[in-house]
């Protein structure tokens, strides 16, 4: 009999629950770590198929070498669960089969259609995405060994390392109540690229800011407040909360999990 961990593990091989049994139904419905899992698929999913495609039509040889490519694992992944237990490769095949036809087939695809060409439709981009982009990729950050690029203390070193390594300037606030810097990183999310700058509390949470450009991104989608004289969009989502600002020309989102964002943030990063 599949042990739960192996039950855990026959669902990240078959996401999409190709070949799922009524066992590995009831197992999802009651464990909260696939739950997770599957949610952050969709998302990842959702979120790549949101970005700009530049509407041209895929070079027919192009698209047949992709589909030759892509035959071989898909054609694995549909093996028995049985079968696929007892060997060791399938174990390897699988998940790089995903992992080809995600960046393959839904990345190569935001560049060239299929199909007949389309026109390019500009993405929509409001506060309401930015939050649920930056309260997921918070949760995503908490399960990766080494999240940051860089480990500096001081501000302005990163400051200056993320402004070389972006098309904008960014000051990183240097935080002191209740928060210390750790380092950042460059990131991507809501459609664009972003600079990070991790905190932690005192007691080891971690307090994450975001800063991408501003431009074309609607405030709609959340709920807005006065925070210190300035106007502080709130949203939650992936069991974190996020406050988002404009502050120049760049849109900046502080994002922690539930209760963890210190009294005093605004404080810290709420330019007066």
């Known amino acids: 009999m599949t042990t739960t961990s192996g039950m855990c593990h026959d669902v990240q091989l078959d996401p999409r629950q190709e070949v799922w049994t009524p066992e590995m139904h009831d197992h999802v419905a009651g464990c909260a770590a696939c739950r997770s899992f599957l949610d952050g698929l969709r998302e990842m999913g959702h979120r790549l198929r949101g970005l700009p495609g530049a509407g041209r039509p895929m070079p027919d040889a192009m698209r047949q070498r ?7 694992p898909a054609a ?7 079968r696929r237990r007892g060997a060791g490769l399938m174990k390897v095949l699988v998940p790089a089969a995903m992992a080809a036809s995600l960046v393959l087939g839904v990345g190569l695809e935001k560049a060239f259609h299929f199909g007949a060409p389309a026109h390019p439709a500009e993405v929509e981009r409001n506060i309401g995405m ?10 995503l950050l908490e399960r990766i060994g080494r999240p940051l690029e860089v480990a500096m203390t001081d501000p302005g070193e990163l400051s200056g390392w993320l402004s070389h390594s972006l098309a904008f300037d960014f000051e990183v606030p240097a935080a002191t109540e209740g928060l210390a810097l750790e380092g950042g990183r460059v990131w991507h999310t809501v459609g664009r690229l972003s600079a990070l700058a991790s905190y932690r509390t005192p007691t080891g949470e971690r307090v994450v800011l975001f800063a991408v450009p501003a431009a074309n991104l609607d405030l709609a989608g959340a709920e807005r407040t006065e925070v210190a004289g300035h106007e502080v969009f709130r949203g939650t989502g992936w069991e974190r ?3 988002v600002w404009l502050e120049g020309d760049l849109a900046l989102a502080l994002v922690a999990a539930d209760g963890a964002l210190p009294d005093g943030w605004a404080g810290n990063f709420l330019v007066h």
């Open 130 to 139: 930015y939050i649920e982009d930056v309260t997921h990729d918070h949760y």
């Open 76 to 82: 694995a992944a549909v093996v028995p669960l049985a």
């Open 241 to 243: 909360e996020a406050r």
């Open 66 to 72: 992709l589909l030759q490519e892509l035959e071989a």
